[in-house]
């Protein structure tokens, strides 16, 4: 198992993380498109790369109490489905779409 990748923006309210993360995304000349506004304090991040077929989902470590990424494979149809059941749930749910791939997260940079 690989080492999980920090999800926590240095106390930035989510909003803020979104913008500073967009900025980052595109001076680098990569698409950042916010699919679905989630609750702009509190709101989890999905972060779907659609150039290797890659989710980000932002969700807490129970044992260290950090936010991480859980990276999974989904593809681009099976990802829409992924979208509509989240936002079901949870429409706080913030849902980014990036061109690039995953290893490129602009919201890692944050930290």
């Not at 198992?1 to 001076?27: E, K, N």
């Not at 077929?53 to 044992?63: I, N, P, S, V």
């Not at 681009?76 to 429409?91: A, G, M, T």
Request: charged share 30%; aromatic share 10%; hydrophobic share 35%.
């Amino acid at each position: 198992m690989s080492q999980s990748r920090s999800a926590d923006f240095g106390g930035l309210p989510v909003d803020m993380a979104i913008g500073a993360a967009q900025r980052l995304h595109t001076s680098d000349g990569l698409g950042f498109y916010v699919r679905h506004r989630g609750d702009s304090d509190r709101g989890l991040l999905m972060l779907y790369f659609e150039d290797d077929a890659c989710l980000l989902t932002q969700e807490r470590d129970f044992d260290t109490g950090r936010l991480i990424w859980r990276t999974q494979p989904m593809s681009k149809v099976k990802v829409s489905e992924y979208f509509s059941r989240v936002l079901n749930q949870d429409p706080d749910t913030w849902i980014i779409e990036l061109d690039g791939v995953s290893e490129k997260n602009p919201f890692e940079r944050l930290g």
